[in-house]
């Protein structure tokens, strides 16, 4: 899951929540990124081909709006790692695991879009978070 560290050059890191529209009620977890397109909320995974506009700021089962917050790109989050990070360079776009839920080490391509690496913080196991952002459109 994708948690809220900063935001630079604000002094306030509470972004403005928001409820936007699911096509069918889906239970949603705090933390989890989604696309906003065609006025219905999309799942961002490793599949996505676009950026995330809204993270998730609560828990809800079976909810047809959830609370959101929209993506800045001045917005650095934490994950925790699907897998080891030996081979992952800080700066490079990478992947979320096919659930959303965790950063993977598979390099983004062309086709798909990811988060970029900002800092590693000494992680290298499963589970251990690191810090990131999403890149600029």
């Given amino acids: ?16 929540p928001q409820r936007l529209p699911l096509s069918e009620a889906t ?3 705090a933390g989890m990124a ?5 006025k219905v909320l999309l799942p961002f995974t ?8 809204h993270i998730a700021k609560a828990t809800e089962p ?4 959830p609370l959101l917050f929209p993506v800045s790109e001045d917005m650095v989050f934490s994950i925790p790692l699907a897998e080891g990070c030996e081979d992952m360079t800080e700066g490079g776009e990478y992947l979320l695991s ?3 839920t965790q950063l993977s080490a ?5 086709s798909h879009r990811g988060v970029i690496l900002l800092d590693k ?8 978070p690191v810090l990131v952002h999403f890149p600029r459109v």
């Fill in 106 to 110: 598979t390099r983004a391509s062309a």
């Fill in 121 to 128: 913080c000494g992680a290298s196991k499963k589970g251990e």
């Fill in 62 to 65: 079976a909810t047809l709006s």
């Fill in 98 to 100: 096919p659930d959303g």
């Fill in 1 to 16: 899951m994708l948690t809220l560290r900063k935001i630079i050059g604000r002094g306030v890191n509470v972004p403005e």
């Fill in 46 to 53: 490793a599949t996505s081909s676009l950026l995330p506009t």
């Fill in 34 to 38: 989604y696309i906003y397109k065609d």
């Fill in 27 to 29: 239970a949603v977890e």
